[in-house]
């Protein structure tokens, strides 16, 4: 496959850009570096790179696009609300609607606040929570990633309930100090953690169903627990449902699993493919927030009308009857493509899926918390995702991210990406 025209302008961006990238996981250092590919258009479920190359693409830019790449029920909301300027600084209708929507469509948010992206609105319900509560620490949980604000930057110790150390350079470990990490669905390093510093706990950080270690269901009653606990230890939960809202049913995963939490953050989908990122949930939680309140938050392109507008039509789309289904049946024939053929081949895998949304894990053994996907091969997935991509299937540069589908996804993409599936595990054994 002819790369040129990606690796003369991989090399250009990096004199200028710093890693030639403006984020890392765009440099492929997951699967062993190399020259990212360069796309210059997309459209429905396809991608042509600068030289011309196509594929099927399953990043959907890391969860964002899940309508399929320039769906023109967006592009034309778009270019209406550029017609009209795209940053007015004062309130338009478009804020309204789209609030409106939201809590239609996601009963726990009385209130709504939109920011500019996912690590906005997780930061902003961290401080809210703080105010709320009075109190400074929070817990999270292992391998969760909540964008890169301070605090959720912040990996675990040793042990099942560790205070924090920094992931970051740049982080005082006085606000790593701040952070207690336990593993996902392990009830009782959670309960351990709330014995040790339940009254200072402000807020339990939980991403429903987890997207950032691979897609990892919670265990049956695993969140209801949470929520319990956290509660009669006085602390709010706050759901990061970033990659789930509207990822598996029109709403969010607290509706899917029917746990309620006090705070909402969200963000990708919810923009259609521009920038957002909105937080929510009760009422007298969220009159925490300025002005009402003494928790400061504010944001010149918050509420822009683009993203308003991009957000409202993308959910027009997703509510149309029959979305999530189409969803859950390319996904289901994915699933079993793969999981057929790696047997035909005698490869291990496991294959977590829910809906539209999958990981390919290179183990022999169920994946459940991030010990257990960290634990997983990583360089066969290295090999499988550089084999994909020279066969057309352009997939996320890393073994802890998961393959989205969207509605302009076919059947036809399915085959051939199982086609290509089968040839990369053959040339893995061959
Ligand atoms: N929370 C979750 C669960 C995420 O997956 C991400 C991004 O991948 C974020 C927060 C941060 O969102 P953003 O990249 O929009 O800042």
């Not at 017609?83 to 948010?109: C, D, H, M, Q, R």
């Not at 091969?377 to 393959?403: C, H, I, Q, R, T």
Request: hydrophobic residues 40%; charged residues 20%.
């Amino acid at each position: 496959m002819n790369i040129e025209t990606s690796k003369s302008l991989f090399q250009e961006a990096e004199q200028h850009i710093v890693g030639g990238v403006n984020s890392p996981s765009r440099a492929y250092k997951g699967v062993g570096g190399g020259t990212p590919i360069y796309m210059k258009k997309g459209e429905g479920s396809r991608f042509i790179d600068v030289d011309d190359n196509k594929y099927i693409d399953y990043l959907g830019a890391y969860g964002p696009i899940i309508t399929g790449h320039a769906h023109p029920h967006i592009t034309d909301a778009i270019k209406k609300a550029a017609e009209s300027g795209v940053l007015y600084g004062t309130p338009t209708s478009l804020e309204n609607v789209f609030a409106k929507k939201l809590k239609n469509a996601i009963p726990s948010l009385d209130k709504v606040r939109f920011v500019n992206s996912g690590t906005e609105a997780v930061m902003t319900t961290i401080r809210v929570a703080r105010a709320y509560t009075g109190r400074n620490k929070i817990i999270k949980f292992a391998g969760c990633y909540h964008g890169h604000s301070d605090l959720v930057l912040v990996a675990a110790g040793s042990g099942p309930a560790t205070l924090g150390t920094p992931d970051s350079a740049g982080i005082p470990a006085a606000i790593a100090e701040d952070v207690i990490t336990v593993p996902f669905n392990d009830i009782s390093s959670f309960q351990k953690a709330l014995e040790q510093y339940g009254d200072e706990i402000a807020g339990v950080l939980v991403e429903p169903i987890v997207g950032n270690f691979g897609i990892v269901e919670p265990k049956e009653g695993f969140l209801q627990q949470v929520n319990d606990f956290a509660h009669e230890a006085g602390a709010l939960v706050i759901y990061d449902e970033v990659i789930t809202a509207f990822r598996f049913t029109y709403g969010s995963a607290q509706q899917l699993l029917g746990v309620e939490p006090d705070m909402t953050a969200m963000g990708k989908i919810i923009g259609g493919g521009l920038p957002i990122g909105a937080y929510g949930g009760r009422a007298d939680i969220m009159e925490q927030v300025a002005p009402l309140g003494p928790a400061y938050q504010a944001g010149t392109m918050s509420g822009n009308p683009a993203s308003m507008a991009a957000g409202i039509a993308c959910l027009e789309v997703l509510e149309q009857p029959g979305t999530y289904e189409h969803l859950d049946r390319l996904g289901a024939l994915l699933e079993d493509g793969i999981k057929n053929s790696a047997s035909s081949y005698g490869i291990d895998v496991q294959v977590n899926r829910l809906g539209g949304a999958l990981t390919l894990f290179f183990t022999d053994k169920e994946v459940e918390n991030y010990k257990d996907a960290e634990n997983t091969d990583g360089e066969k997935f290295a090999s499988f995702f550089k084999s994909m991509l020279s066969k057309g299937v352009n997939l996320a540069p890393s073994k802890y991210e998961a393959w989205f589908l969207t509605t302009a996804h076919r059947e036809e993409d399915i085959h051939k990406t199982l086609e290509a599936v089968d040839q990369t595990f053959a040339e893995m054994t061959g």
